[in-house]
């Protein structure tokens, strides 16, 4: 059913949370090839939806990739390998090698694993990337081309997430550099979060260029929640207002948010292939769950048709998205089509609505 499919979240609106340093936008403006996503704005969906104006923030080539993950990985490794280096050890334990080239391990559904691999070559170091079940071939041999090894691993997101872990324990000279958390394993993930801070300041300063303070509503993707806990940290933070309203997109085969709001908790749920390769997973991650659920206004689940639907749309204006980033779309459609959604999110006749586009097209194959 499409109530099913939509969650308005009753939060403590006088939640805060602090702000993110703003090293994290430094140490990107530093990197070679860094320049600001552009932001488009897209009126037709604007009059779609009943709202002053819709714009996407477009991910589609971050730091020479087809998507924002670049954005948590080099900032994660930069992170890892300084604390190597002031500890003399890999991993902040007493017996890593103080010096020479690391491994960072990791798993993934396809753009993740490929920052990763992609910023450990340049930095002079190695990867290997685990892939569960539903990767497209394409996708595995982007990750190939990096340089990375990758295996397969039969099953879940989830699981090969803890063949990785499995992995880097095995190894001294290894890192995981994993973008979800755990009880135990949480400093790596932070740093991912940190990330991509970077992309929401840039947001900040775009919208200021068309005279909008700050957005009414902003979409984000769900995976296991990180770019959403950042979106959070960064709205919900001291530093800026409480006006601006949350809405996470997830496919339905893979809600794993939608379902842990509902119910107050961390809920695992299972999975299923979906064209939104990058957002198949089934439980929230442990750092960003508290987030999720403070501050977080909304959830929405979407079918693969809606998504296509969203996809074709982007187009139509200029965003050639791939199907994660189709997502926001087909949430802000889903959501606002239900009785009271539009005015729990506040997404009036002169409301701004971003959509965080998180892939380009040539992120997923599998999306076309």
């Known amino acids: ?74 900032w994660a490794m930069h992170r890892a390998l300084a604390e190597r280096t002031a500890d003399g050890t890999a991993d902040g334990t007493a017996d890593g090698p ?43 041999a982007a990750i190939e081309t990096e340089g990375a090894p990758v295996t397969h691993v039969g099953g879940s997101y989830d699981d090969a997430v803890a ?55 902003v979409v984000v993707p769900v995976g296991v929640g990180s770019l959403a806990q950042a979106a959070v940290a960064h709205y919900r933070s001291q530093a800026n207002p409480a006006r601006t309203a949350l809405l996470s997109a997830e496919p339905v085969t893979a809600a794993c948010a939608l379902a842990s709001l509902r119910e107050g908790r961390v809920v695992t749920v299972p999975t299923q292939v979906t064209i939104m390769a990058g957002l198949n997973c089934g439980t929230p991650s442990s750092l960003a769950w ?43 459609r889903r959501a606002i089509a239900m009785p009271g959604a539009r005015e729990h999110l506040g997404a009036d006749a002169a409301s701004t609505i971003v959509l965080i586009v998180t892939e380009g097209a040539g992120a997923n194959p599998s999306g076309t």
């Open 98 to 140: 103080a010096h020479g080239p690391v491994t960072f391990v990791t798993a993934t559904d396809g753009n993740h694993g490929r920052a990763v691999a992609r910023m450990a070559r340049l930095l002079g170091h190695r990867a290997r990337i685990m892939v569960p079940d539903g990767v497209h071939p394409a996708a595995v």
């Open 290 to 332: 508290p987030y999720l659920r403070d501050g977080i206004d909304g959830a929405a689940a979407v079918t693969e048709r809606e998504a296509v639907e969203a996809g074709a749309a982007l187009r139509a204006g200029g965003v050639d998205a791939g199907p994660c980033g189709w997502a926001g779309l087909a949430a802000a």
């Open 1 to 74: 059913m499409a109530a099913d499919r939509w969650f308005a979240n009753a939060r403590d609106r006088s939640w805060r949370c602090p702000p993110v340093s703003a090293d994290v936008l430094t140490f990107h403006r530093l990197l070679d090839g860094y320049a600001p996503t552009p932001l488009v704005e897209l009126p037709a969906l604007a009059a779609e939806l009943g709202v002053g104006r819709v714009f996407a923030k477009d991910e589609s080539s971050r730091l020479g990739l087809p998507a924002f993950k670049a954005l948590g990985a080099s």
């Open 163 to 217: 063949a990785a872990a499995r992995d880097a324990a095995a190894d001294p000279h290894a890192i995981l550099l994993q973008d979800t958390a755990w009880p135990g394993y949480e400093r790596v993930p932070a740093w991912i979060v940190e990330g991509y801070a970077t992309l929401l300041a840039e947001l900040d300063v775009q919208l200021a260029t068309h005279g909008v303070a700050a957005p009414d509503l």
